[in-house]
């Protein structure tokens, strides 16, 4: 697909710099697959490893969205909320994004077809990419959950009744990552993105979309780093196992074509 790139000083889509902000993660994926949704980390803490970045609240309480440094609570009715700094994530992932290639596509995209132009950006599969798409959308389907009562639910389940929301000819910002497949089991392989309305009203996880007129930002990182869960819920999980198929079921869209 046709698209115009332009280079605003380092580039972030050909061989990545030397000097770069890591991708800093708090748990693992598949510990939230479990059902691990009570967490020793606030967000307080959590910005200190990043100004950019998705995850969740204790208690699967709604999607988090971290941008320009500000972290937004979507709750369960799809409203965008700012909360305290000692609100704590079960999971998370963040960076200090520094995206300076711009991206154009000239011409509209669904889900599958975004993914597909940004495979074309990204010169390897083998390192992490921070992903940041601004612009118009005609329309963004997007997720969230209610916070969770213990004793907790497995996340299949947490999200059978999920609420879904379509948002109508809106700006906003995708935020997300794009992670290799060999960290199955660690994060969510492929794309993971996240969406807020450029009112900050709004937003969730992204289940399907369509572009108007947006810029693409991607940013290579090839240093990851991790710190695990210091409590009993995490200690006493069983995180063996193929849960790939668990996976999709809560991560893919239900519309039709959208990869």
């Given amino acids: 697909m046709a698209g115009l790139i332009i280079s605003l000083g380092i580039s972030g889509c050909a061989s990545p710099p030397k000097e770069r902000s890591p991708i800093f993660q708090y748990s693992v994926i598949n510990a939230l697959l479990e059902g691990v949704y009570d967490s020793d980390v606030t967000v307080e803490e959590l910005s200190r490893h990043g100004n950019f970045g998705i995850g969740t609240f204790d208690g699967l309480d709604g999607e988090m969205i971290l941008l320009d440094g500000n972290f937004y609570q979507i709750r369960g009715d799809g409203n965008a909320h700012r909360g305290p700094d000692t609100t704590k994530t079960p999971f998370a992932v963040v960076t200090f994004f520094q995206g300076t290639t711009v991206s154009y596509p000239q011409s509209s995209l669904d889900f599958q077809g975004l993914t597909k132009y940004m495979d074309g950006l990204i010169p390897t599969k ?41 948002l109508n000819n809106i700006r906003g910002t995708l935020v997300g990552f794009w992670s290799p497949a060999y960290v199955g089991g660690v994060n969510v392989p492929g794309y993971h993105l996240h969406f807020i309305t450029k009112d900050r009203s709004a937003g969730g996880h992204v289940l399907g979309l369509q572009t108007e007129s947006v810029n693409i930002r991607i940013e290579g990182v090839n240093e990851f780093r991790m710190i695990l869960p210091r409590n009993k819920s995490f200690y006493g999980s ?3 196992g193929e849960k790939r198929n668990e996976l999709d079921k809560v991560e893919k869209s239900r519309e039709p074509a959208v990869h």
């Fill in 126 to 166: 083998n390192i992490f990419y921070a992903v940041r798409i601004d612009g118009l959308f005609k329309h963004v389907k997007t997720r969230s959950v209610f916070k969770q009562q213990k004793p907790y639910p497995r996340l299949v389940k947490a999200l059978k009744n999920q609420p879904e929301f379509t």
């Fill in 238 to 240: 069983d995180l063996t």
